[in-house]
């Protein structure tokens, strides 16, 4: 759903102090929120309209280290402005920060009317716009899994990594008696996000030590992006304000599980039928379902750059810890890397079980989705499912194994430079391949214990 407030109804929570602050946050290529924070009596009285921002922040890396070799923006071209557009419909209260309310801003040029291109959440709108001109309409959820530490933020940036505190000390998946325990922080994140006009359905343990999942309402596909960015921030806000850190990375540890981000999908008529759904199919699933699954399995080696952005990505992708190793399909299957999920009903759905925690939402639903309509477009046949243990499969479908091999796929991809656009395409693989070489240049942890003494 979007947003809570509109300007009329702002005005009297400003007027009474009750808000005396607005975020105006755009999304950057790491799915994070940049922006500034306005004085609310400023924002009314013309701030709402536009704002500006440096055009770097869509061509720096995890660092802000200002990224050389791209197209859009450089010390060559003077790293120039981005007009921050505020899409009104987000607006809503942060009940979680005190007198504080947040809009979404859209970036576009500077004559405020052409999205830039590159941007996150003009690259999902494209994609939204183009199923709604095939008649439908693109549904999805995503699923956050996060790991909480009793260390500080401040604790582990002086040091204490090495010495990382789950909140717990035990497997805690669906453990009503741990997350007791952890309530202190999960109840104000639950009732915090209600109150800013997310339907938050609930939280529960996960696979590991101090591993929590939280869930929100199955909704539109910019709807759902944007709820997943706020429902990250809002945890990382609750939790530092208790002098606990939380990670989205997709393996903290490679002695834990990972922490995924599973994208669910359907889509539906414009007069609310669920066009995924087929009563007579032995699992449901009407012929529309199935182009829309074999295109995004005949493209799930290219998409893969755009749902595991980083080196670390990958290392989740491994045996029995419930993370996919092979981009194949099977019904109602978590060993695959595309799982069917509402088998026999109207909320038959793909479950895309590859991206981690630190996914940009925009970029994997836009990706899965540009996927899907080009299989739909082509008619494209569905391959056989695949049954049983997915991981022990031979000759299946493998996801690829690291980021180099993604990028490469990405780049090659005529059917992601058909959707998004050649610039599109070359910016976000100029992104992986700046993430690969800062990876390869720096000596790890694991480097040192190995080889420091023994070499």
């Not at 929570?13 to 999304?27: M, N, Q, W, Y």
């Not at 530490?149 to 604790?155: A, G, I, R, V």
């Not at 952890?182 to 938050?200: K, Q, S, T, Y």
């Not at 925009?362 to 899907?372: D, H, M, P």
């Amino acid at each position: 759903m979007p947003g809570t407030l509109t300007l009329e109804t702002l005005k009297p929570l400003v007027a009474s102090g009750e808000i005396d602050t607005v975020l105006v946050a755009a999304i950057d290529m790491q799915g994070r929120l940049m922006g500034k924070r306005f004085h609310a009596p400023f924002f009314l009285d013309g701030g709402y309209k536009e704002t500006h921002c440096c055009n770097y922040l869509l061509a720096v890396d995890m660092e802000m280290n200002t990224v050389p070799g791209y197209k859009t923006s450089s010390w060559e071209k003077g790293y120039g402005d981005y007009m921050m557009k505020p899409d009104l419909a987000t607006m809503r209260v942060l009940p979680w920060l005190p007198g504080t309310a947040l809009v979404l801003a859209d970036l576009m040029e500077h004559d405020g009317v052409t999205p830039v291109a590159v941007s996150p959440r003009a690259i999902l709108k494209k994609q939204v716009e183009r199923a709604r001109a095939m008649g439908f309409e693109p549904m999805m959820a995503t699923e956050l899994e996060f790991y909480i530490f009793d260390n500080s933020y401040e604790n582990l940036r002086d040091g204490g990594l090495a010495a990382l505190q789950p909140i717990s000390g035990y497997n805690e998946d669906y453990h009503i008696f741990q997350t007791t325990k952890e309530e202190g922080l999960m109840r104000p994140l639950r009732n915090g996000l209600h109150g800013a006009g997310i339907p938050v359905e609930n939280t529960k343990g996960e696979a590991d030590a101090g591993q929590h999942e939280v869930n929100y309402k199955y909704s539109d596909a910019l709807d759902t992006a944007d709820n997943h960015i706020i429902v990250k921030q809002a945890v990382k806000d609750i939790a530092h304000a208790q002098g606990k850190s939380v990670t989205f990375m997709a393996k903290y540890d490679h002695r834990k599980a990972g922490s995924s981000s599973h994208v669910h999908q359907s889509l539906w008529t414009k007069d609310g039928k669920a066009a995924f759904y087929d009563h007579d199919d032995t699992h449901g699933m009407s012929a529309l379902m199935k182009h829309f699954l074999a295109g995004q399995l005949a493209h799930a080696t290219e998409l893969t750059a755009l749902l595991a952005p980083y080196v670390n990505s990958y290392k989740r992708f491994c045996i029995g810890l419930f993370a996919p190793t092979k981009a194949v399909w099977s019904a109602d299957n978590r060993t695959a890397g595309f799982r069917i999920c509402g088998l026999h009903s109207k909320a038959i759905r793909v479950e895309c079980r590859i991206p981690g925690s630190d996914v940009n939402p925009y970029l994997a639903c836009a990706a899965l989705l540009a996927a899907g309509l080009e299989g739909i477009e082509q008619k494209l046949d569905l391959e056989p499912e695949f049954s049983g243990d997915v991981y022990s499969a031979k000759n299946a479908r493998e996801i690829p194994h690291n980021l180099r091999d993604a990028a490469a796929a990405l780049l090659g991809s005529k059917m992601l430079r058909k959707a998004f656009g050649d610039d599109v395409v070359e910016h976000y693989h100029h992104a992986a391949q700046w993430e690969i070489t800062e990876a390869d240049r720096v000596v790890t942890d694991f480097e040192l214990q190995r080889l420091l003494e023994r070499a």
